[in-house]
């Protein structure tokens, strides 16, 4: 057999023809030698196991099932044990049978028939367990690996892993493998040779075979960042390589979530094509074949290789995170990157081992799968090549599959085992992920173990399959109409990062905004361009001398004028009905949409924010456009009961002129979301942003003034706040203030309007007034550690700590608290401190000189009533912009002032509370109440939470920031605002007069018929 050259795509359709016929045959083999074994004892009793059939027949019992078993190694004792375990079940009851039920019913947590009943369902799990990891130590891993080798199985180890939070733990799991690699592979290499598996033909293959994720190499594993990413990964990198091949051992890189797909594959092939890799053929990577982008990166993979002159393995698989894919994206807005039809999965994974098969070249097939038809597809595929069994192999996972497997090896096939093996508590995760596996309708050995699916069936060609169950492929219609102008309304989906197109456009867009900075804005009033005596300067918060843009500062005068313009456009403005006033917000949407890397550009560079929370920003304020448009159409509907002889209507009018008085945190969203929904109702407004932000402000004027909009409608006043910003408070004709900011201006606020309003304008000003918050998280002693701390990260030095939701405690339960406090404060020591503009920095500048001297002074506050568990130093940063490292403060009293005022920068207070009650009070004992939340997996305790957890936006097991418009309405209560909550749908009516009008339209008893409110 000569080698293939990579030209060679795939087999003619003769060829298929024969391929399929062998696979068939290859196939009936195998399954008729599997019905003349006995299954092993202990696969026999997993799969009669009547644990596993009630998780199967019934979803409600699975996903208690599952959920407890994943909380399991977190619970202490068999009090806890029993809690959950009626928790879990309480819900499900009714599905459980009798006996269970009873058993549930006595077991009470601290009675004795609990403590066996708490007892019995932990050796459950770990039976379950044991079945799929081979072992917690490498001396029972080794055991595991010698038990396969006298079955004439090859194996592959990987360590199963917590998340990496942190550098230290990346440096803890690369040990892990240099020590795994330095204790067995002694002994394993002295071990006599099975040439089935330790040769393909002349050459002698490794024995130690190690599977590793190369996420867990690095804390900062981001493919915003691939330079940073591949530079940190590739040093842990290289010490493997070097240790393994001292070892004689192949290094098999996994392949995980999509988003870290590309950024995988980009730092396998930098390093393995470096001068000390190139001529070394024992590594590989997995390709997964329910990706759309399978083929693509194959083929890539393939012309890399010959490159390189040295091939290397694929082990190509179908990919264990079906789920997560599909509700990612679905959530996020992005196209799903997996296949949604099972068949497509499997056709391209026939596809994509065809194309091994022929390029075996340079890409050395390794097929793993326990679908009998797609392994057989290969093996067809091979077969008709003439290629001899030992040029490739088959692999299939600890646990899984086992008659297959020994019918493999007897048929000759070299089969390797992927054994993993660990601590109990990560273990867990992978003891779910193989659960839902195995049992999902999907699954091919659930359908040939349990469901008993014929042969033939099992058998049939994936793409036959599609065409019998009515999934065909649509036909493409051209020209599809578009969408109504008012579809539902969907957020507008963030950039994707991991996508090199998207990153390329926001350097481009930097680069743009850079040439740009220093430029002069005017006031807008009235349509026109206004200037003034006084000026006033942005500067970017990572280099404080560079200025980011001059405008123009309002005076008194100018407010005049501008209020004057916004009052007289009310009328005209009004009469234009509500669809011509909803089409500047989607208008305004569509050029936010084309220009939305140089927005988030200017935002980089004129608050500090980072690239996914600018670009985030942006998406914001292009929803607050759709989402008030639909909104205000939707409100400004004809409403009224009607009776005979009466016709009632009840109807809205827009209050006046608008002030709005924007924040610097959210420097586009804010303002636009305030303003669009003003002026969707048909108010004016006068806008007065941030003085940290106007650059980004007058980039939204801009944006609304090539849209036409008449003038006076929206007028532009940058300036001092004590100048402008009270001018319009003040001003008679104001009739709504709409501001977001801090608490004592937002009640300055409050009171002026109060004063103007008693002084007798005529009217009483509305004031809706977003303030702070002192947002905590809960950690619960059952919580995830891995998602809490990654959240609590997240959601504290996101932003430098300066979103309204950021959260600034977390009140720890003591069972968890040394464990907790230790891992977040080494994830936080691994952040990267630095320049907004790096896609690299995962904490930049706070917004100025003013917010710098302040949040210091807290962290002086901390060192004297708390214990400083972390406080990282800006270092050389700090002399060139307003950098602030992250500061942790540990067991801070509640009530002292670190844990009760806003700080609104990188500081953190953690406070233990003793039991869950304590934990409650003090998340409600502050004066805010804007958002908040927890981690845990008790059913009770989520429930309790949702209870009495007081504040405006709660999230459970997830990070507080982030609040999307139409899904989690944004603003609180208490001391964090009046007013409701922003991108919700009672939003407008903040803006507006409610009025009803009712007409007796009876005349001498004469009556029309009474017409509906919208004919
Ligand atoms: C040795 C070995 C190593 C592995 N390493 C990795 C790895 O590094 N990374 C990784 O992601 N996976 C890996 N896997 C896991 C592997 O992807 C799953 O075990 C495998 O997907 C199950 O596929 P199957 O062919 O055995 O079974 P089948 O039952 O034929 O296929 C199940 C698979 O089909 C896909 N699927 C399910 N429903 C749908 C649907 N509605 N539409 C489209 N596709 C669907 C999913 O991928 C699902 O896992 C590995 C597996 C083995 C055997």
Same mark, same amino acid.
């Given at each position: 057999?000569?080698?293939?050259?990579?030209?060679?795509?795939?087999?003619?359709?003769?060829?298929?023809?024969?391929?399929?016929?062998?696979?068939?045959?290859?196939?009936?083999?195998?399954?008729?030698r599997?019905?003349?074994?006995?299954?092993?004892?202990?696969?026999?009793?997993?799969?009669?196991?009547?644990?596993?059939?009630?998780?199967?027949?019934?979803?409600?019992?699975k996903?208690?099932?599952?959920?407890?078993?994943?909380?399991?190694?977190?619970?202490?004792?068999?009090?806890?044990?029993?809690?959950?375990?009626?928790?879990?079940?309480?819900?499900?009851?009714?599905?459980?049978?009798?006996?269970?039920?009873?058993?549930?019913?006595?077991?009470?947590?601290? $009675?004795?028939?609990?403590?066996? @009943? &708490? %007892?019995?369902?932990? =050796? !459950?799990? +770990?039976?379950?367990?044991?079945?799929?990891?081979?072992?917690?130590?490498?001396?029972?891993?080794?055991a595991?690996?010698?038990?396969?080798?006298?079955?004439?199985?090859?194996?592959?180890?990987?360590?199963?892993?917590?998340?990496?939070?942190?550098?230290?733990e990346?440096?803890?799991?690369?040990?892990?493998y240099?020590?795994?690699?330095?204790?067995?592979?002694?002994t394993?290499?002295?071990?006599?040779?099975?040439?089935?598996?330790?040769?393909?033909?002349?050459?002698?293959?490794?024995?130690?075979?190690?599977?590793v994720?190369?996420?867990?190499?690095?804390?900062?594993?981001d493919?915003?960042?691939p330079?940073?990413?591949?530079?940190?990964?590739?040093?842990?990198?290289?010490?493997?390589?070097?240790?393994?091949?001292?070892?004689?051992?192949?290094?098999?890189?996994?392949?995980? $979530?999509?988003?870290?797909?590309? @950024? &995988? %594959?980009?730092?396998? =092939? !930098?390093? +393995?094509?470096e001068?000390?890799?190139?001529?070394?053929?024992?590594?590989?990577?997995?390709?997964?074949a329910?990706?759309?982008?399978?083929?693509?990166?194959?083929?890539?993979?393939?012309?890399?290789?010959?490159?390189?002159?040295?091939?290397?393995?694929?082990?190509?698989?179908?990919?264990?995170?079906?789920?997560?894919?599909?509700?990612?994206?679905?959530?996020?807005?992005?196209?799903?990157?997996?296949?949604?039809?099972?068949?497509?999965?499997?056709?391209?994974?026939?596809?994509?081992?065809?194309?091994?098969?022929l390029?075996?070249?340079?890409?050395?097939?390794?097929?793993?799968?326990?679908?009998i038809?797609?392994?057989?597809?290969?093996?067809?595929a091979?077969?008709?090549?003439?290629?001899?069994?030992n040029?490739?192999?088959?692999?299939?996972?600890?646990?899984?599959?086992?008659?297959?497997?020994?019918?493999?090896?007897d048929m000759?096939?070299?089969?390797?085992?992927?054994?993993?093996?660990?601590?109990?508590i990560?273990?867990?995760?992978?003891?779910?992920?193989?659960?839902?596996?195995?049992?999902?309708?999907?699954?091919f050995?659930?359908?040939?173990?349990?469901?008993?699916?014929s042969?033939?069936?099992?058998?049939?060609?994936?793409?036959?399959?599609?065409?019998?169950d009515?999934?065909?492929?649509?036909?493409?219609?051209?020209?599809?109409?578009?969408p109504?102008?008012?579809?539902?309304?969907?957020?507008?989906?963030?950039?994707?990062?991991?996508?090199?197109?998207?990153?390329?456009?926001?350097?481009?867009?930097?680069a743009?905004?850079?040439?740009?900075?220093?430029?002069?804005?005017?006031?807008?009033i009235?349509?026109?361009?206004?200037?003034?005596?006084?000026?006033?300067?942005?500067?970017?918060?990572?280099?404080?001398?560079?200025?980011?843009?001059?405008?123009?500062?309002?005076?008194?005068?100018?407010?005049?004028?501008?209020?004057?313009?916004?009052?007289?456009a009310?009328g005209?403005?009004?009469?234009?009905?509500?669809?011509?006033?909803?089409?500047f917000?989607?208008?305004?949407?569509?050029?936010?949409?084309?220009?939305?890397?140089?927005?988030?550009?200017?935002?980089?560079?004129?608050?500090?924010?980072?690239?996914?929370?600018?670009?985030?920003?942006?998406?914001?304020?292009?929803?607050?456009?759709?989402?008030?448009?639909?909104?205000?159409?939707?409100?400004?509907?004809?409403?009224?009961?009607?009776?005979?002889?009466?016709?009632?209507?009840?109807?809205?009018?827009?209050?006046?002129?608008a002030?709005?008085i924007?924040?610097?945190?959210?420097?586009?969203?804010?303002?636009t979301?305030?303003?669009t929904?003003?002026?969707?109702?048909?108010?004016?407004?006068?806008?007065?942003?941030?003085?940290?932000?106007p650059?980004?402000?007058?980039?939204l004027?801009?944006?609304?003034?090539?849209?036409?909009?008449?003038?006076?409608?929206?007028?532009?006043?940058?300036?001092?706040?004590?100048?402008?910003?009270?001018?319009?408070?003040?001003?008679?004709?104001?009739?709504?203030?709409?501001?977001?900011?801090?608490?004592?201006?937002g009640?300055?606020?409050?009171?002026?309007?109060?004063?103007?309003?008693?002084?007798?304008?005529?009217?009483v000003k509305?004031v809706?007034?977003?303030?702070?918050?002192?947002?905590?998280?809960?950690?619960?002693?059952?919580?995830?550690?891995?998602?809490?701390?990654?959240?609590v990260?997240?959601?504290?030095?996101?932003?430098?700590?300066?979103?309204?939701?950021?959260?600034?405690?977390?009140?720890?339960?003591?069972?968890?608290?040394?464990?907790f406090?230790?891992?977040?404060v080494?994830a936080?020591?691994?952040?990267?401190?630095?320049?907004?503009?790096?896609?690299?920095?995962?904490?930049g500048?706070?917004?100025d000189?003013?917010?710098?001297?302040?949040?210091?002074s807290?962290?002086e506050?901390?060192?004297?009533?708390?214990?400083?568990?972390?406080?990282?130093?800006?270092?050389?940063?700090?002399?060139?912009?307003?950098?602030?490292?992250?500061?942790?403060?540990?067991?801070?009293?509640?009530n002292?002032?670190?844990?009760?005022e806003?700080?609104?920068?990188?500081?953190?207070?953690?406070?233990?509370?003793?039991?869950f009650?304590?934990?409650?009070r003090?998340?409600?004992?502050?004066?805010?109440?804007l958002?908040?939340?927890?981690?845990s997996?008790?059913?009770?305790?989520?429930?309790?939470?949702?209870?009495?957890?007081?504040?405006?936006?709660?999230?459970?097991?997830?990070?507080?920031?982030?609040a999307?418009?139409?899904r989690?309405?944004?603003?609180?209560?208490?001391?964090?605002?009046?007013?409701?909550?922003?991108?919700?749908?009672?939003y407008?009516?903040?803006?507006?007069?409610?009025?009803?009008?009712?007409?007796?339209?009876?005349?001498?008893?004469?009556?029309?018929?009474?017409?509906?409110?919208?004919?």
């Amino acid at each position: 057999m000569t080698d293939t050259s990579l030209q060679v795509d795939d087999f003619n359709d003769q060829a298929l023809a024969k391929i399929e016929a062998s696979t068939r045959e290859i196939g009936r083999t195998i399954f008729d030698r599997i019905s003349h074994r006995q299954p092993t004892v202990l696969e026999r009793r997993w799969w009669d196991d009547r644990i596993m059939s009630w998780a199967m027949q019934d979803e409600s019992v699975k996903v208690q099932m599952f959920r407890f078993i994943d909380v399991l190694p977190m619970l202490g004792d068999s009090a806890a044990t029993i809690r959950h375990l009626h928790e879990y079940f309480h819900e499900v009851d009714r599905h459980l049978p009798g006996a269970v039920r009873l058993g549930l019913a006595v077991a009470t947590p601290h $009675s004795l028939a609990g403590r066996a @009943l &708490a %007892l019995a369902a932990r =050796r !459950q799990a +770990m039976g379950h367990a044991r079945r799929f990891i081979a072992g917690t130590t490498s001396a029972e891993v080794l055991a595991a690996a010698m038990r396969e080798r006298k079955l004439r199985r090859g194996f592959t180890l990987d360590i199963l892993g917590e998340a990496v939070t942190s550098e230290v733990e990346a440096d803890r799991y690369l040990q892990l493998y240099l020590d795994l690699l330095d204790q067995i592979a002694p002994t394993v290499n002295g071990w006599p040779e099975i040439p089935q598996i330790d040769r393909a033909g002349i050459q002698e293959l490794p024995r130690v075979n190690v599977s590793v994720k190369l996420s867990a190499l690095d804390s900062r594993f981001d493919p915003i960042d691939p330079e940073g990413t591949t530079r940190r990964v590739g040093n842990r990198l290289r010490t493997l390589l070097r240790r393994a091949r001292q070892n004689r051992a192949h290094v098999h890189v996994d392949m995980e $979530s999509y988003q870290t797909k590309d @950024l &995988a %594959l980009t730092i396998f =092939r !930098q390093i +393995m094509a470096e001068d000390e890799f190139r001529d070394w053929p024992d590594v590989g990577i997995v390709i997964q074949a329910y990706l759309k982008d399978a083929e693509t990166d194959l083929k890539d993979l393939a012309e890399w290789a010959r490159r390189r002159g040295t091939p290397v393995w694929v082990r190509l698989v179908k990919g264990a995170y079906w789920d997560y894919e599909t509700v990612l994206a679905e959530q996020l807005g992005w196209p799903v990157p997996v296949f949604q039809q099972k068949w497509r999965s499997d056709a391209n994974f026939e596809r994509l081992a065809r194309y091994l098969m022929l390029n075996h070249r340079w890409l050395r097939p390794a097929l793993g799968s326990h679908n009998i038809r797609s392994l057989a597809h290969g093996l067809a595929a091979a077969r008709h090549l003439g290629l001899p069994s030992n040029s490739f192999e088959l692999q299939m996972l600890y646990g899984m599959g086992d008659l297959e497997k020994q019918v493999l090896v007897d048929m000759g096939y070299r089969m390797r085992i992927y054994m993993p093996y660990g601590e109990l508590i990560p273990g867990m995760a992978y003891l779910v992920r193989r659960l839902l596996e195995n049992t999902s309708n999907d699954s091919f050995l659930k359908a040939s173990f349990t469901d008993l699916v014929s042969p033939e069936k099992l058998l049939m060609n994936p793409l036959d399959h599609a065409a019998g169950d009515g999934h065909a492929p649509p036909p493409v219609v051209e020209n599809a109409p578009k969408p109504a102008r008012f579809s539902p309304f969907k957020n507008e989906p963030t950039a994707d990062f991991a996508r090199e197109s998207q990153r390329a456009a926001m350097q481009r867009a930097l680069a743009q905004v850079t040439e740009q900075l220093g430029r002069h804005y005017p006031l807008w009033i009235d349509g026109e361009a206004v200037d003034s005596s006084e000026k006033q300067a942005s500067f970017d918060p990572s280099l404080r001398d560079r200025v980011v843009g001059e405008t123009a500062a309002a005076q008194a005068e100018h407010v005049e004028q501008a209020v004057a313009a916004a009052k007289a456009a009310l009328g005209p403005w009004n009469a234009l009905g509500v669809n011509a006033r909803a089409d500047f917000l989607l208008r305004a949407a569509d050029a936010m949409r084309r220009r939305r890397f140089e927005l988030a550009a200017w935002e980089v560079f004129e608050c500090g924010k980072g690239w996914r929370e600018a670009d985030a920003d942006v998406c914001e304020a292009i929803d607050f456009c759709e989402f008030y448009a639909r909104d205000a159409v939707a409100l400004e509907t004809p409403q009224g009961v009607d009776v005979p002889g009466e016709e009632n209507r009840f109807l809205y009018l827009p209050r006046g002129v608008a002030a709005v008085i924007a924040p610097w945190n959210f420097p586009l969203a804010i303002l636009t979301g305030m303003t669009t929904a003003a002026l969707v109702t048909g108010n004016t407004v006068v806008m007065k942003p941030a003085e940290q932000s106007p650059v980004i402000a007058a980039k939204l004027m801009e944006i609304f003034d090539e849209l036409g909009l008449p003038p006076g409608v929206l007028n532009f006043l940058p300036g001092k706040g004590e100048t402008a910003g009270a001018g319009l408070v003040k001003h008679p004709d104001t009739a709504v203030i709409a501001f977001t900011g801090s608490r004592p201006v937002g009640l300055a606020i409050n009171r002026q309007a109060a004063e103007v309003s008693a002084a007798g304008i005529g009217y009483v000003k509305r004031v809706i007034a977003e303030l702070g918050g002192k947002n905590a998280i809960i950690v619960d002693d059952d919580a995830d550690l891995d998602e809490a701390v990654l959240a609590v990260v997240k959601s504290a030095f996101g932003y430098q700590g300066q979103k309204c939701s950021a959260c600034s405690r977390v009140i720890v339960l003591a069972n968890v608290y040394d464990v907790f406090l230790q891992r977040l404060v080494e994830a936080t020591r691994s952040l990267q401190i630095g320049e907004a503009e790096d896609p690299a920095t995962s904490v930049g500048p706070v917004v100025d000189a003013e917010a710098f001297e302040r949040v210091q002074s807290y962290i002086e506050i901390g060192r004297r009533e708390a214990r400083v568990a972390l406080a990282v130093d800006a270092a050389k940063l700090a002399e060139r912009g307003f950098f602030i490292g992250p500061h942790i403060f540990a067991d801070v009293p509640p009530n002292s002032r670190l844990a009760q005022e806003e700080i609104f920068g990188p500081v953190l207070a953690v406070i233990r509370a003793a039991d869950f009650d304590e934990a409650i009070r003090i998340f409600n004992g502050t004066d805010y109440a804007l958002t908040g939340g927890m981690f845990s997996r008790s059913p009770a305790n989520l429930e309790r939470a949702k209870r009495e957890l007081l504040v405006g936006n709660l999230y459970l097991n997830r990070g507080i920031t982030g609040a999307l418009v139409g899904r989690q309405p944004f603003g609180g209560f208490k001391m964090s605002g009046i007013g409701s909550k922003a991108g919700g749908h009672d939003y407008l009516l903040q803006f507006v007069l409610p009025r009803t009008i009712t007409e007796n339209t009876m005349r001498r008893g004469f009556a029309p018929a009474s017409a509906s409110p919208d004919e």
